[in-house]
């Protein structure tokens, strides 16, 4: 209890249940942030908010496309005039396109590209100029293992990811005068409804766990993704800035 106890955080995409955004923005309200939950499905972001005042927890609720630059500005105003600060931000909403380069059209790939990574550079940039008043703050960028290494079908949504992946890097050396902290965090194979879409689109009911594919031979839970998320959210991790966090079960070691 209370690993972020008195901080505020704003958490993107936070409505889908199974989701990695609603359950960060639990792990976070449980462990004492006040959360701006937000999401393009205002129904889904108001469900998490109310369970984490259930909970006895602080949180809010607000539509957000993270693709639109006046309503980043708004819901760092909003989450200012609400809880006082802006401590923590976690870019976590996001689409994959998952298509060969062959089937990717150019409006598939642009709209990759603005959902997955100018969401994050406007998040980033708006949440940096705020985090600068209140004496500095963390950034969470959700990367992937496709940001890491190449998978077929991940033209664009790797793309994306690998851009996340060193644009965090960027924020970590131009913040860090600051004492703004940014890291990425590249999840496997974790369930969520994201994941259920991908491997429906494969054909198949259950992700592929073999070994030979993912060493601990299972499928990640989305707490498995937010106990990452809150380490880097917390004081805990007061000196790791830059850094890319593989929460993969081995995927990538192979
Ligand atoms: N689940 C995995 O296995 C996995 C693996 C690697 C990376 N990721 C990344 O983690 C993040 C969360 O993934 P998830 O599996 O929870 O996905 P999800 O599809 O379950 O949830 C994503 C949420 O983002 C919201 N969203 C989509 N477009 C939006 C927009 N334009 N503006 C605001 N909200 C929007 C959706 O409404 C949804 O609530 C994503 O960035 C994803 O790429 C997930």
């Not at 972001?45 to 005042?53: C, D, L, V």
């Not at 870019?91 to 603005?114: E, H, M, P, S």
């Not at 766990?209 to 299972?218: A, E, F, K, S």
Request: aromatic share 4%.
């Amino acid at each position: 209890m209370g690993r972020v106890t008195g901080k505020v955080a704003i958490v993107t995409g936070g409505a889908s249940n199974p989701g990695l955004g609603r359950t960060t923005a639990l792990t976070l309200g449980r462990e004492g942030a006040s959360v701006v939950v937000t999401d393009v499905n205002l129904e889904g972001a108001e469900k998490t908010a109310a369970e984490i005042r259930a909970a006895g927890g602080n949180a809010i609720a607000m539509a957000q496309d993270v693709t639109n630059e006046s309503r980043w500005q708004e819901i760092i105003a909003t989450t200012v005039s609400t809880y006082g600060k802006l401590d923590i931000l976690v870019n976590n909403a996001g689409i994959a396109v998952l298509k060969t380069i062959a089937d990717l059209t150019l409006a598939d790939f642009q709209r990759q590209i603005d959902v997955n990574l100018t969401s994050v550079f406007l998040g980033c940039k708006y949440g940096m100029v705020q985090m600068k008043k209140n004496g500095g703050g963390t950034i969470v960028n959700l990367s992937s293992v496709a940001g890491l290494v190449g998978m077929a079908t991940c033209g664009a949504y790797s793309a994306s990811k690998g851009g996340v992946r060193l644009m965090t890097k960027v924020i970590a050396v131009e913040g860090g005068a600051d004492n703004i902290r940014c890291n990425s965090v590249h999840p496997g194979v974790i369930w969520t409804n994201m994941q259920a879409a991908a491997v429906a689109g494969q054909g198949r009911q259950q992700p592929e766990t073999g070994q030979m594919r993912i060493p601990l031979g299972r499928v990640g839970q989305p707490e498995d993704i937010a106990n990452c998320i809150l380490y880097l959210s917390s004081d805990e991790s007061n000196y790791v800035t830059g850094a890319e966090f593989t929460v993969d079960a081995g995927m990538t070691a192979i």
